[in-house]
């Protein structure tokens, strides 16, 4: 498993799952992009996971992603990708 095979098997759930929030494609892309970026340091993890276990990891994943930039923007005003700050 590498990055490459994540992203072809969970770019749309996860995109669909971040649309159901963000209600912007654009918003919802950048926190899918920041979920895979996560995961390629997590790679080992999620190489040895079982696939109902690696599916909930990046859900779960992408959820903190999306808390953290809500607090940020209500906060500050900025989004993570803009303080080039990561929770992890």
Same mark, same amino acid.
């Given at each position: 498993m590498n990055l490459g095979d994540l992203y072809a098997d969970y770019f749309d759930p996860l995109t =669909?799952?971040? @649309? $159901?929030? $963000? &209600?912007?494609r654009d918003k919802a892309e950048q926190l899918? #992009?920041?979920t895979f970026q996560k995961a390629l340091s997590n790679i080992h993890l999620l190489e040895i996971l079982p696939e109902h276990k690696r599916l909930s990891w990046l859900f779960k994943t992408l959820k903190d992603?999306? =808390?953290? $930039? #809500? #607090? @940020?923007? $209500?906060v500050k005003g900025y989004t993570p990708?803009? @303080? &080039?700050?990561y929770v992890w």
């Open positions: =669909n799952y971040a @649309l $159901s929030f $963000s &209600k912007d899918v #992009d920041e992603i999306r =808390n953290v $930039s #809500d #607090d @940020l923007q $209500s990708h803009q @303080l &080039k700050v």
